[in-house]
Nanobody, 126 residues
Framework: QAQLVESGGGLVQPGGSLRLSCAPSGSIFSGFTMAWYRQAPEKQRDQRELVATIGTGGNTNYADSVKGRFTISRDDAKNTVYLQMNSLEPEDTAVYYC?????????????????WGQGTQVTVSS
């Protein structure tokens, strides 16, 4: 099964910007809903926060905490999802994970595909 690889994290000052990217390490089929999650330092894995999603039709949703500052986009030709993060705040410090999810029906049996990346660290600090 293909793995997702994130890139673009790093250390940035408050008010700065970063652009995260996520792409599969191997070939996968298309049609995934793509999303970004984040896990703050004091949180557990099951407390990951959904940051943004983008559907196959380009429809987007954002957490209230990032609306107006973050933009999710996708390039279906590359099976890549991006997260443009502007006006970063110390509260945005977290490990950011990308997620590809879809359900494919084969022979009347639904098969769920739920892929995760290893995460990329974003630190916002002066």
């Amino acid at each position: 099964q293909a793995q997702l690889v994130e890139s673009g994290g790093g250390l940035v000052q408050p008010g700065g910007s970063l652009r995260l990217s996520c792409a599969p390490s191997g070939s996968i089929f298309s049609g995934f809903t793509m999303a970004w999650y984040r896990q703050a330092p004091e949180k557990q894995r099951d407390q990951r926060e959904l940051v943004a999603t983008i559907g196959t039709g380009g429809n987007t949703n954002y957490a209230d905490s990032v609306k107006g500052r973050f933009t999710i986009s996708r390039d279906d030709a590359k099976n890549t999802v991006y997260l443009q993060m502007n006006s970063l705040e110390p509260e945005d410090t977290a490990v950011y994970y990308c997620n590809f999810r879809t359900t494919v029906v084969l022979g009347n049996v639904p098969h769920e595909y739920n892929l995760w990346g290893q995460g990329t660290q974003v630190t916002v600090s002066s």
